[in-house]
């Protein structure tokens, strides 16, 4: 072997040995996320809040069945109430005596108290729960579900609310399972529903 070839030998076993050191640190993070569970987009999470009856609830309170959860506001003046709508038509296919919930959140607390709340929802299947609470709580669930919620004043001095229009799906642990498209026929959503049992 000659001495030009004795220089090469040593860059090329380090440049070998980094190489084996960078796959195999690799290797090692792919498999410690192989053995995580991550949580779907981590989406969901706990919260306070008061249904239309005045009763404190919280994510445990609707667990042991799938849950629909939609985030809105009683002055909505169409995606709202043709979303509820909707999931009126889907409940109707479901049987009553399936633990299913159905949860509007409103995102404007300020004029959605729970007794309002309860007025406009008894135009709708009486399996949809109201919440409301304090600006804060609501604040809380808007992030724990990463909804996007912002005040838009209006020249009247009143105010509409911009909010995102994703109708949730829950699984019976809490955990989310996707986003329902209500464009389906009721009988197909429905079914993607009672899949969570």
Do not use: W
């Not at 919280?58 to 169409?78: L, Q, R, S």
């Not at 049987?95 to 919930?101: F, G, H, I, R």
């Not at 911009?162 to 019976?172: F, G, N, R």
């Not at 955990?175 to 009721?186: E, G, I, K, T």
Request: charged share 20%; glycine share 6%.
């Amino acid at each position: 072997m000659t001495p030009q070839q004795k220089k090469l030998i040593l860059p090329i076993i380090i440049l070998a040995l980094g190489f084996v050191s960078l796959v195999g640190v690799a290797l090692f993070i792919v498999a410690q996320h192989a053995n995580e569970s991550p949580r779907a987009s981590a989406i969901g999470g706990p919260f306070q809040l008061v249904n239309q009856n005045g009763v404190r609830v919280n994510e445990a309170t609707y667990k042991g069945g799938p849950v629909v959860m939609f985030f809105g506001y009683t002055h909505c003046p169409d995606v709202c109430p043709t979303t509820l709508f909707e999931m009126t038509e889907v409940l109707k296919r479901i049987p009553a005596d399936k633990k299913v919930s159905a949860v509007f959140v409103t995102v404007d607390p300020e004029r959605d108290t729970p007794a309002s709340l309860k007025d406009y929802l008894s135009s709708f299947d009486p399996r949809i729960s109201g919440l409301s609470g304090t600006r804060e709580e609501i604040d809380a669930a808007l992030k724990a579900f990463r909804v996007y919620a912002k005040k838009v004043p209006q020249d009247n001095g009143e105010y509409s609310m911009d909010h995102s229009a994703i109708i949730y799906l829950m699984d019976k642990q809490g955990r989310f399972v996707n986003a329902l498209n209500l464009q389906q026929p009721p009988e197909a959503v429905a079914r993607e529903i009672l899949r969570q049992m």
